[in-house]
């Protein structure tokens, strides 16, 4: 594969995105597709951030079509809400970014709804969120989902037994958990599709180690993770070179469905779009099966809605 670029996005008018998470990575994501004139709804937590992130891609991109909505994935009611604005506003959706996420709070702590927090809201709340948008994304133009994985899910696994973290607490075994359930969530979305006629592609990608302040937010700026994120910020790629994995998922006319993208080089910490390296923990469609099923249980909804 050529060194994929921001500029190799082909245009994106009359397009319609969804892109979870008013900074960093999300930003960048929106930012791009902004350019690529895509209509582009930025959602996140923090009006105040969204206020300020739409200002800054307005500024770039003057007469940009792009807003914010107020979301917080870790509430299954504050998804919901969300989904029914959009539907009220939408006729359909073309392309789904589930990339907002948290990383290590050194601390357990809940969402809304009870549920570990990265768990709940790196997988649970998009899964709840891709559920209920679904009805719009399959009345859109070739649309797409894609989900933010991360090179942590090389070490997760799926505890069915303790998914919530309830019995033992480790921040990275909790994250990695989180990425990799996102990870085979892409592929199951994409078997389904495939087999019940969906019409929907879905697309993995991780963003390799980039310069987010995923590291400062969670864990806080007096831990060690974040003092190294500090520290050597060197070895971070800029955020808008991590995004591109996620840009050419969504974009690229040869983004094959199912597949799962990160940058190319140095064991994929940095680089340019390339297939990655699927963690065998992710292949297994039976473990895929049984996380989707529980996962309908825990958002209470079902993915398939009528178009």
Known sequence: MKKWVEADIPPQQG???VVTGTGGLGYEDALALARAGADVILAGRNAQKGAEAVARIREAVPGAPVRFESLDLASLRSVEDFARRLGGQLESLDLLINNAGVMVPP???ETADGFELQFGTNYLGHFALTAHLVPLLRRGKQPRV???SSV???QGRIDFEDMQSRKTYIPMR????????????????QRRSTAEGWGMTSIAAHPGVSRTEL????PGRGSLMSAARSAMWFLFQPAAQGALPTLFAATAEDAAPGAYYGPHALSETRGYPALSKIPDRATDPSVARRLWQVSEQLAGLKIAAEA
């Open 15 to 17: 397009r319609s995105a």
């Open 107 to 109: 601390e357990r702590q």
């Open 215 to 218: 590291l400062h937010n969670a």
């Open 146 to 148: 894609i989900s933010l």
């Open 174 to 189: 909790a994250y990695s958990q989180s990425k990799l359930a996102c990870l085979i969530f892409a592929f199951e979305l």
């Open 152 to 154: 942590a899910a090389r």
